[in-house]
């Protein structure tokens, strides 16, 4: 006869299986729709999502990036892409990286950098980095950029050049 004893702390447990490292929970394909008074304002989705818990903070992971459409009565009006991003959870802040680009569709307006974060709370997006701003006629750059969350009214808080985009029918006026 064989008897084995066993005597588990569970404080000792908790340490063994818990790696705050991986993901508490990890979504693939996710798609979210945001919603005020009924109607979507805001849809976004990810290929891949993982939450991360520790003691200092609860936040979600987007390695291969996220797709955010803002919807004003019914219609798409601006959208951010990015490569990679971070939301953080209680301070409801958003950090997006790598290639980023912003557009305000009805204005025909693009923002690209490298890194931009995005406030619900406040409803802003801004970049401390080196902005890229397309509007219909000219192109503008500079470091530090700050818009409403939809870009319909930006600034770029250190501008260093812009360039005009001559129209083709200007164009074929001055040859």
Not at 63 to 88: H, L, T
Not at 89 to 104: I, P, T
Request: glycine letters at 4%; charged letters at 35%; proline letters at 2%.
């Amino acid at each position: 006869m064989i008897l084995f004893s066993c005597k588990n702390d569970l404080q000792e447990v908790k340490q063994i299986t818990f790696d705050s490292e991986l993901p508490a929970l990890k979504v693939i394909d996710m798609h979210t729709e945001i919603t005020d008074s009924g109607k979507v304002r805001i849809l976004m989705d990810a290929n891949i999502m993982q939450r991360f818990e520790n003691e200092e903070e609860v936040y979600d992971e987007y390695p291969e990036g996220i797709f955010v459409q803002f919807i004003e009565n019914g219609e798409v009006v601006s959208r951010i892409k990015s490569e990679y991003a971070v939301f953080y959870v209680e301070d409801e802040l958003w950090e997006a990286k790598r290639n980023v680009v912003a557009e305000n569709l009805v204005k025909e307006e693009k923002l690209n950098t490298e890194h931009l974060n995005w406030d619900m709370k406040k409803e802003i997006i801004y970049s401390e980095k080196f902005v890229r701003i397309t509007t219909q006629d000219e192109v503008f750059f500079g470091t530090g950029f700050e818009s409403d969350q939809d870009f319909n009214s930006w600034v770029i808080n250190n501008p260093v050049g812009e360039v005009t985009i001559k129209d083709e029918e200007y164009a074929e006026e001055d040859e």
